[in-house]
């Protein structure tokens, strides 16, 4: 089955997956990673739209940083680096609907846990599911 998302969608249900699934990787002996002055820019992005006294969590921070062009990157420390990988937006964009269809339903109807919010990260970073 394929699945046709738009933009929004398919970012809505990343940022939910970062939300949601994230420390799952810690097991897997990968590294969630990002450039400090991509994550200053983007937090000066969103306060600018939003206001100074706006509260910003981690992931809204992460989506903006995507969205401005900058990358973030799992790093593996178990493999000598063959997992390692960096996505940006149109990583998003396109894999967030490759993910398995029940999966993404799910992740839809805003009744995703922790396990397949793992499946759509995974499949963000390496367009498929590894670990697990």
């Not at 949601?20 to 983007?42: H, P």
């Not at 992005?45 to 969590?57: I, N, P, R, S, T």
């Not at 993910?99 to 805003?110: F, H, S």
Request: aromatic content about 10%; overall charge negative.
């Amino acid at each position: 089955m394929e699945i046709k998302l738009t933009a929004t969608e398919s970012e809505s249900i990343f940022y939910d997956a970062l939300c949601g699934g994230l420390y799952y990787i810690d097991g897997y002996g990968l590294e969630f990673s990002y450039e400090s002055s991509d994550y200053q820019k983007a937090k000066e992005e969103l306060k600018k739209k939003f206001g100074a006294k706006v509260m910003l969590c981690r992931e809204d921070i992460w989506m903006e940083i995507l969205r401005i062009g900058g990358k973030l990157t799992l790093i593996d420390h178990e493999c000598e680096g063959e997992y390692t990988r960096s996505i940006g937006i149109k990583e998003v964009h396109e894999r967030v609907p490759l993910a398995p269809a029940e999966d993404v339903l799910t992740m839809l109807n805003e009744q995703g846990d922790a396990g397949t919010a793992d499946i759509v990260i995974q499949t963000v970073f390496y367009n498929e599911v590894i670990f697990g």
